[in-house]
């Protein structure tokens, strides 16, 4: 533990899928702060792949985990991926990771995606460094969508808080109009 949450819904119905018969779950982590919590519990495992975009751990907490280099250890090797980005990414750098992150989770193939959703990186957000917009949010959902894959939304960060549910919404409605 070492997040703002005790439980792990991401995890949690990640695990629930398999245990309903999924063979792989990909988890797609568009919270600002990285997940360490789902990095730890699925490091070592390759039925679950963990895609995490976030903020830089070299300037943003929680600083220890979070780096390109960790790709995951024995069965997991391969099947973890961190997209570390830097204080002030706008909607165009952040996509490109978001880009790079859907095409290996395309690859991976898995039976459903887990949307860790965290709205966090909006610009007026006051513990976020990023730079997205109320106008870039439809576009993640949409993004998403063309994955084509059973997609579970798990609300997570944000705390701009006029902004919260304007920004969530407008990722669910570029899901659904896609």
Same mark, same amino acid.
Not at 26 to 31: E, F, Y
Not at 70 to 92: D, K, Q, S, V
Not at 152 to 178: C, M, S, T
């Given at each position: 533990?070492?997040?703002?949450?005790?439980?792990?819904?991401?995890?949690?119905?990640?695990?629930?899928?398999?245990?309903?018969?999924?063979?792989?779950?990909?988890?797609? @982590?568009?919270?600002?702060?990285?997940?360490?919590?789902?990095q730890e519990i699925f490091y070592r495992r390759k039925d679950?792949?963990?895609?995490?975009?976030?903020?830089?751990?070299?300037?943003?907490?929680?600083?220890?985990?979070?780096? &390109?280099?960790?790709?995951?250890?024995?069965?997991?090797?391969?099947?973890?991926?961190?997209?570390?980005?830097?204080?002030?990414?706008?909607?165009?750098?952040?996509?490109?990771?978001?880009?790079?992150?859907?095409?290996?989770?395309? @690859?991976y193939a898995p039976d459903v995606v887990v949307v860790s959703?965290?709205?966090?990186?909006?610009?007026?957000?006051?513990?976020? &460094?990023?730079?997205?917009?109320?106008?870039?949010?439809? &576009?993640?959902?949409?993004?998403?969508?063309?994955?084509?894959?059973?997609?579970?939304?798990?609300?997570?960060?944000?705390?701009?808080?006029? @902004?919260?549910?304007?920004?969530?919404?407008?990722?669910?409605?570029?899901?659904e109009g896609a």
């Amino acid at each position: 533990m070492g997040g703002y949450c005790f439980i792990n819904n991401a995890a949690v119905a990640a695990q629930w899928f398999l245990d309903q018969g999924a063979s792989r779950v990909a988890i797609l @982590d568009v919270d600002y702060h990285h997940g360490n919590g789902t990095q730890e519990i699925f490091y070592r495992r390759k039925d679950v792949q963990v895609i995490n975009l976030h903020a830089d751990p070299m300037q943003e907490y929680p600083y220890f985990l979070g780096h &390109k280099d960790e790709i995951g250890e024995g069965e997991g090797e391969g099947f973890n991926l961190n997209y570390p980005l830097r204080w002030g990414a706008t909607f165009e750098t952040w996509n490109e990771a978001l880009e790079d992150g859907c095409r290996k989770l395309v @690859d991976y193939a898995p039976d459903v995606v887990v949307v860790s959703l965290g709205v966090d990186t909006f610009e007026k957000d006051p513990i976020s &460094k990023f730079k997205l917009k109320t106008e870039d949010f439809p &576009k993640i959902g949409a993004r998403i969508a063309k994955l084509g894959l059973p997609t579970l939304f798990v609300q997570e960060g944000g705390y701009a808080v006029a @902004d919260i549910g304007v920004n969530a919404v407008g990722v669910l409605q570029g899901y659904e109009g896609a």
